[in-house]
């Protein structure tokens, strides 16, 4: 009974998550607190808590996915709810009905929308017009779950986030690391990117975690040599040098990011203790090697399943 209170103390009830902008630093926490206590209580045993008993997420996918999907699907049959999986093309979307009628229409048949999307546009566009909260499941512009999940499993491993160094290799315009920026800045986490200067993230996206940065003491930094960037890293990330929907680009990324993929001598320049993460999916031998993230550094399956558990929190503090 005692989680039926939590939304109403956390005041996250009806709120989208769309860029993480809108959320303050401890709002971030309080999803981190919740998803420890799910986390807790799944290994104690205790694997459905029906606070969402009878709520229904609608899931719609513009794009594959392997963990988002999953992870939001088992999440809402843990919390006592159920979750439908929307193909784009499979909904009358796919024919021309717009995204607003079609808003219109899922807010009086479920509790809540999670979404993956080409354009960031089209997510914002369902928020406007869904009554219930939308939640983004990735887009061209940001992946705000896969971020607020990736602190947790920081928090997890290093047992703090404030002043820690986290070193993202690889497409300095990547969506993960858009999000990871904010969601870093938010938290106190010192954020370096290693790319060449012709990729560097989306400049509204930038200038907002440089606010959030200011608050909360973080720093960020930008380098174009990856082993500069690496010295005293406690967190070394990559993602995809190629992202859904970029395939066109493949040759001209592939060959810029090059000098960017994580391997093993890259990693001895880091912290002595630092870890590695992935989003996920890898292309391995491309922008990480399999020494590094089968390696002793990585702790990419880890990171993987906490999607279920910060998932499962933020659903509970947005729709319970
Ligand atoms: N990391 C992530 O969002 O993976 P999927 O594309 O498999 O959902
Ligand atoms: N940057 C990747 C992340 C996948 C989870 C993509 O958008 O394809």
Same mark, same amino acid.
């Given at each position: 009974?005692? %989680?039926?209170?939590?939304?109403?103390?956390?005041?996250?009830?009806?709120?989208?998550?769309?860029?993480?902008?809108?959320?303050? =630093?401890?709002?971030?926490?309080?999803?981190?607190?919740?998803?420890?206590?799910?986390?807790?209580?799944?290994?104690?045993?205790?694997?459905?808590?029906?606070?969402?008993?009878?709520?229904?997420?609608?899931?719609?996918?513009?794009?594959?996915?392997?963990?988002?999907?999953?992870?939001?699907?088992?999440?809402?049959?843990?919390?006592?709810?159920?979750?439908?999986?929307?193909?784009?093309?499979?909904?009358?979307?796919?024919? !021309?009905?717009?995204?607003?009628?079609?808003?219109?229409?899922?807010?009086? %048949?479920?509790?809540?929308?999670?979404?993956?999307?080409?354009?960031?546009?089209?997510?914002?566009?369902?928020?406007?017009?869904?009554?219930?909260?939308?939640?983004? !499941?990735?887009?061209?512009?940001?992946?705000?779950?896969?971020?607020?999940?990736?602190?947790?499993?920081?928090?997890?491993?290093?047992?703090?986030?404030?002043?820690?160094?986290?070193?993202?290799? +690889?497409? +300095?315009?990547?969506?993960?690391?858009?999000?990871?920026?904010? &969601?870093?800045?938010?938290?106190?986490?010192?954020?370096?990117?290693?790319?060449?200067?012709?990729?560097?993230?989306?400049?509204?996206?930038?200038?907002?975690?440089?606010?959030?940065?200011?608050?909360?003491?973080?720093?960020?930094?930008?380098?174009?040599? =990856?082993?500069?960037?690496?010295? !005293?890293?406690?967190?070394?990330?990559?993602?995809?040098?190629?992202?859904?929907?970029?395939?066109?680009?493949?040759?001209?990324?592939?060959?810029?990011?090059?000098?960017?993929?994580?391997?093993?001598?890259?990693?001895?320049? &880091?912290?002595?203790?630092?870890?590695?993460?992935?989003?996920?999916?890898?292309?391995?031998?491309?922008?990480?090697?399999?020494?590094?993230?089968?390696? =002793?550094?990585?702790?990419?399956?880890?990171?993987?399943?906490?999607?279920?558990?910060?998932?499962?929190?933020?659903?509970?503090?947005?729709?319970?």
């Amino acid at each position: 009974m005692e %989680y039926r209170s939590w939304s109403s103390i956390r005041n996250l009830k009806g709120k989208d998550l769309l860029w993480l902008v809108d959320y303050k =630093p401890e709002e971030l926490w309080s999803i981190l607190d919740t998803a420890r206590i799910f986390k807790e209580r799944f290994y104690a045993g205790e694997r459905v808590i029906p606070v969402l008993q009878g709520k229904v997420l609608a899931m719609i996918f513009q794009k594959p996915s392997t963990r988002t999907r999953i992870s939001f699907e088992v999440a809402m049959l843990q919390l006592g709810g159920h979750a439908l999986y929307l193909g784009w093309r499979d909904l009358q979307l796919g024919r !021309g009905e717009t995204i607003a009628d079609t808003a219109r229409v899922l807010s009086r %048949y479920v509790d809540g929308i999670m979404a993956r999307v080409f354009a960031q546009e089209t997510i914002v566009e369902l928020a406007k017009y869904a009554d219930v909260p939308v939640i983004n !499941g990735l887009s061209d512009l940001v992946h705000p779950v896969q971020a607020i999940s990736d602190m947790f499993t920081i928090w997890e491993k290093k047992g703090k986030l404030q002043g820690l160094k986290l070193v993202f290799v +690889g497409d +300095g315009s990547d969506n993960v690391l858009h999000s990871l920026l904010l &969601a870093s800045a938010k938290l106190g986490v010192n954020i370096a990117v290693a790319s060449p200067k012709e990729l560097r993230p989306n400049k509204e996206i930038l200038r907002a975690a440089e606010e959030a940065a200011e608050f909360s003491g973080a720093t960020i930094e930008f380098y174009e040599d =990856p082993y500069e960037a690496v010295r !005293g890293a406690d967190i070394v990330y990559t993602d995809v040098w190629v992202s859904m929907g970029q395939e066109e680009e493949r040759e001209k990324k592939v060959k810029m990011l090059e000098p960017y993929r994580v391997t093993v001598d890259l990693m001895k320049h &880091a912290a002595r203790d630092a870890i590695f993460m992935h989003c996920l999916p890898a292309h391995r031998g491309e922008e990480v090697v399999n020494e590094v993230i089968d390696g =002793p550094w990585s702790v990419v399956w880890d990171q993987a399943e906490n999607r279920l558990h910060v998932q499962k929190a933020i659903l509970a503090l947005l729709l319970a």
